[in-house]
């Protein structure tokens, strides 16, 4: 069964970051993956770039009306990025999720759909 874990975190750090803590937090995201893969979980992953990069597209009656710079809500923490893994259940989904290197902020874990 595979779940989404999103890392919402305030992009601030990462703006702010030395190269020394750019450093660790790779480490720790490597590690982190090298788990996931050694478990059999099939990981993959992706960063975001800083909400000034992005767009949101608005719709209403299935049509798209507006596009705004920056993210969908205004929100203290951002979704920075995100692993897919193939867990046996939501329980190890979260094990996984709490040992994630977030320093402050959240993990939503969230079961994907499969169609077809």
């Given at each position: ?27 720790a ?28 597209v ?22 920075g ?9 939501i ?16 993990v ?9």
């Amino acid at each position: 069964m595979k779940f989404a874990l999103l890392i919402y975190e305030d992009e601030k750090y990462y703006q702010e970051a030395t190269p020394a803590d750019w450093e660790a937090a790779m480490i720790a995201h490597n590690r982190f993956g090298a788990e996931a893969t050694e478990r059999g979980m099939d990981p993959s992953s992706e960063a975001h770039q800083p909400t000034a990069a992005a767009r949101t597209v608005r719709f209403q009656g299935s049509k798209s009306v507006l596009v705004t710079d920056g993210p969908f809500a205004e929100t203290k923490e951002q979704l920075g990025g995100f692993y897919i893994l193939d867990c046996k259940d939501i329980d190890e989904a979260l094990e996984m999720a709490r040992k994630l290197p977030v320093l402050e902020g959240a993990v939503e874990v969230r079961p994907v759909m499969v169609f077809g």
